[in-house]
């Protein structure tokens, strides 16, 4: 039994409207209850008791078929009789309340089925198979899946295991969510009765994860509702503040908003464009947060103009004359059409200002949009029905798996206990913005605002994403800790090596429950290898840059493979005669450092002390600083020999086993390496300095293509400046 039904002999509290929000007319379910009471309704009629049901039902859906409503009231009626509600209502009044809740929303028959029937199995003898008898597997899905488990079966684990159960459940048909919403919402509405510890308790849980799902679901009109009765239990006397402000609001005369809407209608009608100009006043948390962010609040503060078209031509043709005929806040539009939010919300927002100052904010849709705006996706009926021939409509008639839930099913499934999943839920929902980033297939991934190329990684890839060595972002080397914007173009780079393995930094980057646990169970499976983080090693593990079996000692050393050839270790690079020949009898040769100059490059010389002559590349940085000090140039030009000597600098992110790719790439193209130098890793990157031993200058290009095509290395340049080797 449900904390909500009590035995008739328990004592009943005298009222239970206390914090009863008094906005609009609530059915008297008191009286609903004692005609739920009357007694059997013919076989062939409608019970009394269900008429506002059958009603608000037939005003979205006229020719829907009734039986099974009938049918389910009769059943639930019979099995909840006797049971009654803490406040003293007959407890049937409940089901009866979230399922008009969903038919004011337009949800379609099997829903409002369900709901009548959502308590009968875990509050009565009914059982699941006899709903399914009775009803269809549909409805037998839905009810199981809103029914909660036995606190005696998981003891203190029973509500977030409830939820993860129902989560699962609308991974397969979101409408036992909408009925979860209902529900939650008709509870609060008479949370008055319990404890004001109880109290606190599910309304934080309602903050936490019931309204966050609501604003995904886009059921808009169930979020505002649940908001202002959780502001109403947490934070009472900011809740009374704010009501005080509306009351004093509307015993103003004056309404600055019903004169702009006015003269929006003359506009519009002006303009010949037919639309429906409403005022939509600010729920309390609403005008709660307008306050803190504005300060003192004016009349047009308290709402906004919603202005209802027939067509979405109709919605920019209204942005435009309200735009030329009045002065627009231009930093206030959006447009929600064009880029419909991840909830399914569409509408032009903008904001004009009034002669006085004020502003006057305005929302523009067509009559479909403001339907999926107030009732998300129990608007758009049953998703197992038959798609429409509209192809557009047809792909938005199936809500069953949205991107974020797709999204928290895969990582509900991989996290390794309640607290875990329970905590990570709360930290997922509480990302207020969705954004959209696009791979390069034309692909989509649907993240949280915030999320970072690790999380665009897990996203992608799953578990597949320890191997992922870097990004690019619309087109730009990135690293994984990049934060992502709405419309970003991410080219995720994975490597090939099946050894890859995350780094324990990505956690401090990683902004999904996907990406965090899945990187925290790879660390937790290997904990010494997940000191590795793209070139140090841990104590006594063999290192990722190991190279033919020679061991890295730490993130900065250098490492020299014994089976590649070497020059003597004496001959420093830029330290040699070069192949050059210069036009000063008598001087030596040195190949400048700073650019380290090659056959066939351009180059030119200066003389410096000793009778030596540098050589450097024309468009090394060192020449003009030489031509400014007044340093005469010498002419130079390369000699016969095609021997020479460069160095090259590698940039990568790092690997496991990278340098050893790298050394086996550049002895393949015949090269010797004089020396190496791997600097630590920063941000995932390493970075590679290599001087290198050419038998002929005409294979650097075709060396440098080999080194850039080694997984993990996004570019090869020369040499710029003088470079530090170890041997």
Request: glycine share 8%; hydrophobic share 40%.
């Amino acid at each position: 039994m449900s904390a909500e039904a009590t035995n008739p002999a328990d004592p009943a509290p005298a009222t239970a409207g206390g914090h009863r929000r008094k906005s609009r007319a609530r059915l008297d379910l008191r009286r609903l209850g004692r005609a739920a009471l009357l007694g059997p309704a013919t076989r062939d009629r409608l019970p009394d008791a269900i008429g506002h049901v059958v009603e608000a039902h037939r005003a979205h859906h006229p020719d829907a078929d009734l039986e099974p409503l009938r049918r389910a009231y009769l059943l639930a009626e019979s099995s909840h009789r006797g049971q009654m509600r803490k406040s003293g209502e007959p407890y049937i009044t409940h089901p009866l309340a979230v399922t008009l809740i969903l038919a004011e929303l337009g949800a379609e028959t099997t829903t409002l089925t369900a709901s009548l029937l959502h308590d009968t199995v875990e509050d009565t003898d009914v059982t699941l198979e006899q709903v399914r008898e009775e009803f269809g597997e549909e409805v037998r899905y839905l009810v199981d899946g809103v029914t909660k488990l036995e606190k005696v079966d998981y003891g203190a684990a029973a509500e977030p295991e409830t939820f993860r159960k129902m989560l699962v459940a609308a991974g397969n048909d979101v409408r036992v969510m909408s009925i979860k919403l209902a529900d939650r919402l008709h509870n609060m509405r008479t949370l008055g009765v319990m404890r004001r510890e109880k109290q606190e308790r599910i309304a934080r849980v309602t903050r936490d994860v019931l309204i966050p799902l609501a604003e995904r679901l886009g059921v808009q009109a169930l979020k505002t509702e649940l908001e202002d009765l959780v502001f109403a239990v947490l934070h009472p006397e900011e809740y009374e503040h704010t009501r005080e402000l509306i009351a004093e609001n509307a015993a103003h005369g004056d309404d600055p908003l019903a004169e702009t809407a006015d003269q929006v209608r003359t506009v519009l009608r002006e303009a010949g464009i037919p639309a429906e100009v409403l005022i939509r006043p600010r729920h309390f948390v609403s005008v709660h947060r307008v306050s803190r962010k504005r300060g003192r609040l004016r009349g047009a503060d308290f709402g906004r103009l919603l202005v209802l078209v027939n067509e979405d031509a109709d919605c920019y043709a209204v942005l435009g004359e309200l735009h030329t005929c009045m002065t627009p806040v231009v930093s206030e539009f959006k447009d929600f059409i064009a880029v419909p939010k991840f909830n399914l919300y569409q509408s032009l927002h903008t904001a004009v200002t009034r002669e006085d100052g004020e502003v006057a904010e305005v929302l523009i849709r067509t009559h479909q949009m403001h339907k999926v705006a107030e009732a998300g996706v129990i608007a758009l009926g049953n998703p197992y029905a038959p798609a429409s021939d509209d192809p557009a409509d047809g792909e938005r008639a199936d809500p069953t798996r949205p991107g974020w839930l797709s999204r928290l099913l895969q990582w509900q499934q991989a996290a390794p206990d309640t607290d875990t999943f329970w905590s990570s839920l709360r930290e997922d929902l509480a990302q207020d913005r969705e954004i959209t980033v696009f791979r390069p297939d034309g692909g989509a991934l649907g993240l949280p605002e915030g999320a970072s190329c690790v999380d665009a990684a897990y996203a992608q890839y799953g578990e597949d994403a320890h191997a992922c060595i870097g990004a690019r972002v619309n087109g730009r080397l990135a690293t994984l800790s990049t934060v992502l914007k709405d419309g970003d173009t991410v080219q995720l780079l994975m490597g090939q090596d099946p050894a890859s393995e995350p780094s324990r930094e990505w956690l401090e980057h990683a902004h999904t429950p996907a990406a965090r646990i899945a990187i925290q169970r790879w660390l937790a499976a290997h904990p010494v290898s997940a000191e590795t983080v793209g070139g140090a090693s841990a104590p006594g593990a063999r290192g990722p840059l190991d190279v033919a079996g020679a061991h890295t000692t730490g993130p900065g050393t250098a490492a020299r493979p014994p089976a590649l050839p070497a020059r003597p270790t004496t001959d420093m690079p830029g330290a040699r005669d070069a192949n050059a020949v210069v036009d000063l009898p008598g001087a030596s040769v040195r190949l400048a450092g700073c650019c380290t100059p090659v056959p066939p490059d351009e180059v030119t010389g200066f003389a410096v002390r000793g009778g030596v002559v540098t050589v450097h590349r024309v468009e090394c940085a060192g020449v003009e600083r030489m031509k400014n000090d007044g340093r005469e140039e010498v002419g130079v030009r390369w000699g016969d020999t095609t021997e020479c000597r460069v160095t090259l600098v590698a940039e990568s992110f790092g690997r496991p086993h990278l340098l050893a790719d790298l050394t086996e790439a550049i002895a393949l193209e015949g090269v010797a390496i004089v020396s190496a130098t791997v600097e630590p890793p920063s941000q995932q990157r390493v970075r590679h300095t290599y001087t290198l031993q050419l038998p002929d200058a005409s294979h650097l290009p075709s060396l440098m293509r080999a080194m850039r095509n080694v997984p993990g290395v996004y570019d090869v340049s020369r040499a710029q400046h003088p470079a530090t080797t170890v041997h």
